[in-house]
């Protein structure tokens, strides 16, 4: 396996990540770092662009970001509201 996993502290000079990250090697301070957003996180242009920051800081330390978008605030309850009226016009 090519991932190593570590407990990182915030001494460790890894930008404050703590807890089980995945680093490419023994002792690295870079991680993979999965994060999810949606609901109100992503509820408008500002919020979105806080989420932007977000992960350009953790970029910034070095650390591989993926991130995963999900719907907006409302979204998934309008889509459910919809579901009915697509089936009736077939």
């Known amino acids: 396996m090519p991932w190593n996993r570590l407990a990182v502290s915030p001494a460790a000079g890894c930008g404050g990540v703590i807890g089980l990250e995945f680093a490419p090697f023994p002792g690295s301070c870079m991680a993979l ?23 350009a800081r953790w970029k910034a330390l070095g650390h591989q970001i993926v991130v995963v978008p999900s719907a907006m605030s409302g979204e998934t309850n309008r889509l459910i509201g919809l579901a009915p009226r697509s089936r009736r016009s077939g």
């Not at 994060?35 to 992960?55: L, N, P």
């Open 33 to 55: 770092i999965v994060q999810k957003y949606g609901g109100t996180s992503v509820g408008s242009a500002e919020r979105i662009k806080a989420v932007a920051r977000r992960v």
